[in-house]
């Protein structure tokens, strides 16, 4: 096995150190990224004629990539319930059908409809901290699927991309308008996209990839069984006001 940036420091153990420097997102402009490439879902993001007819009676003639996604996420939001204490695999018919999910659910079926309607959006996911007004100056946990989230962007024309996060705006009430184009800095991404191919190719498509992969014999490692991920870390600054404190 192979480990970028790492050291062993024991048996069965890899640690790896990263200085990560984490600021609030809004939209912001890059035209390096090619928005036909994000136009293709995912195997588990497929709309049937349900999605399909909710998305038309809900978007009307609407064409406005801004306008759509407002309307998409304002309806997704109070349409489904954030599931504490479970993980999901992220499937856009079940989210629909069922209402309830976590951050992968709540995506799925945002992605499926803004495709479906034509406009680029790009999957993300990484490890959740702690929002700044319950951030300590140092900690140490577990990073399983519960810790983990995901996040979207929008392409919104001219090289504009616009992040949003629905499941966390059900989940926090209070920051349900904050999370329609603005991501806050209490996360670090680990991947872009879904149904990825690593380096050596794995045996199956990695559905989403927010911390460690692990195949042995050529078969998927279970988490919490095979392996664990702990995460440590501590801020060595903080730069200007917490626009997210609460």
């Not at 501590?234 to 200007?240: A, Q, S």
Request: proline fraction near 7%; charge should be neutral.
């Amino acid at each position: 096995m192979a480990f970028m940036g790492g050291k062993s420091v024991g048996k069965g153990e890899i640690q790896m150190a990263f200085t990560i420097k984490r600021k609030q997102e809004r939209g912001a402009v890059d035209k390096t990224l090619l928005p036909e490439r994000f136009l293709e879902p995912a195997e588990w993001e497929i709309w049937n004629d349900e999605i399909a007819r909710f998305a038309d009676e809900l978007l009307g003639r609407e064409r406005d990539p801004f306008m759509v996604a407002k309307k998409v996420f304002y309806a997704i939001v109070d349409m489904m319930e954030f599931a504490e204490g479970v993980c999901g695999l992220g499937v856009s018919t079940l989210a629909f059908r069922q209402k309830v999910g976590r951050s992968d659910e709540f995506h799925a079926l945002f992605r499926s409809i803004l495709l479906y309607r034509g406009i680029p959006v790009i999957w993300e996911e990484g490890i959740m901290l702690p929002y700044p007004s319950s951030l300590k100056e140092s900690d140490t946990f577990e990073v399983n699927c519960l810790k983990t989230l995901s996040w979207l962007r929008f392409y919104g024309g001219e090289g504009r991309w616009i992040p949003v996060d629905l499941a966390e705006a059900r989940r926090r009430p209070d920051l349900r308008d904050f999370y329609f184009g603005r991501i806050p800095p209490n996360r670090i991404r680990m991947s872009r996209g879904r149904g990825m191919d690593l380096v050596p190719k794995q045996s199956v498509p990695v559905n989403t990839f927010p911390y460690t992969y692990m195949e042995i014999d050529g078969n998927p490692a279970i988490y919490g069984h095979h392996y664990r991920n702990i995460l440590t870390y501590r801020i060595m600054n903080l730069e200007g006001p917490q626009e997210v404190s609460p």
